[in-house]
C-alpha cells in the first residue's frame, strides 16, 4: 500500500497567492484529517472528513482556509489568499474511523509563504 | 490549560538509559490514549496504544493513571534510533471524535 500521499512536498509562495494543497488518503479509509505543525503550536487538527463530509471545521483558521473532499480518493486545502504566518507543514492522515483509530500520516507539505 | 500538555525538553539521555515521559490530560472522560513518535521532518507514527492495566512493546512501556489523569512512557536500554520526539495524544468523544496531540518531549540519546 502507498500510504497516504500529500503534493507538493514542498511550496514557496508570495503573499497574496493561492495555495492548494492535496491528499490522497489510504484506500478504504473513511476519516481524512487536515492538521498544521507549527514549532510555536505543535500540531493543529483544522477539519476532518467521514464518508466526503466534512464533519468539524473548527479549527480551520479564517476564511482564507477551505477544504473539500470531492470523493474518497482525494481532499484538497486551499487558502486565498496567503500570508507569511501560514507558513508551517500541513499534514494530511486518515483512518478507518475518527473514533480514535490511528491515523496514518503522510509526508506533510512544508508551506513557505514569503 | 492547554487539554494535552508534555514537557517539551530536551531529554538528553546517553546510549542504555532509561528514560520516562510524563503526559497529563485535562478531560476526565477521555477515552483512548496513545503514544506518536515524530523523527526530525518527518510525519507522526503511532508508536503504541496505551491501556488501562499498561502495556508494553518490547523496550517500550505504557502507562495509564486515570485517577491523576496523566500517561507515561518509559524506555529502557535506549538506542540512538530512539532520538525522536513524542507525541502524546488523547481520544475523546466530547472533543468531537478526533485525536488531541501534545506538542511533543524531545528525545536525544547520545553515544
Known amino acids: 500500500d502507498a500510504g497516504v500521499i500529500q503534493s507538493p512536498r514542498h511550496e514557496v509562495t508570495e503573499m497574496g497567492q493561492e495555495v492548494t494543497l492535496r491528499c490522497k488518503p489510504i484506500?478504504?479509509?473513511?476519516?481524512l484529517f487536515w492538521y498544521r505543525q507549527t514549532m510555536m503550536r505543535g500540531l493543529e487538527l483544522l477539519i476532518y472528513?467521514?464518508?466526503?463530509?466534512?464533519?468539524?471545521d473548527s479549527g480551520m483558521p479564517e476564511d482564507r482556509f477551505s477544504a473539500k473532499m470531492p470523493n474518497a480518493s482525494f481532499s484538497t486545502l486551499k487558502i486565498q489568499p496567503s500570508e507569511p504566518r501560514d507558513s508551517a507543514v500541513y499534514f494530511c492522515?486518515?483512518?478507518?474511523?475518527?473514533?480514535?483509530?490511528?491515523?496514518?500520516f503522510g509526508p506533510g507539505t512544508r508551506l513557505t509563504v514569503l | 490549560r492547554k487539554e494535552v500538555e508534555q514537557d517539551p525538553g530536551p531529554f538528553n539521555v546517553p546510549e542504555g538509559a532509561t528514560v520516562a515521559f510524563n503526559c497529563t490530560y485535562s478531560?476526565?472522560?477521555?477515552?483512548?490514549f496513545f503514544w506518536y513518535r515524530q523523527d526530525c521532518r518527518k510525519e507522526p507514527k503511532l508508536l503504541m496504544s496505551?491501556?488501562?492495566s499498561g502495556n508494553e512493546d518490547g523496550r517500550f512501556t505504557a502507562q495509564l493513571n486515570r485517577a491523576s489523569q496523566y500517561i507515561s512512557l518509559l524506555i529502557r536500554d535506549s538506542k540512538l534510533s530512539d532520538s525522536a520526539t513524542y507525541l502524546c495524544?488523547?481520544?475523546?468523544?466530547?472533543?468531537?471524535?478526533?485525536?488531541?496531540f501534545g506538542t511533543g518531549t524531545q528525545l536525544k540519546v547520545e553515544l
Open positions: 492522515a486518515s483512518s478507518w474511523t475518527s473514533g480514535g483509530d490511528t491515523q496514518y
Open positions: 484506500s478504504g479509509h473513511n476519516s
Open positions: 472528513f467521514n464518508n466526503n463530509v466534512p464533519i468539524d
Open positions: 478531560n476526565s472522560a477521555s477515552q483512548s
Open positions: 496505551v491501556y488501562s
Open positions: 495524544v488523547v481520544y475523546f468523544t466530547g472533543g468531537g471524535n478526533k485525536l488531541t
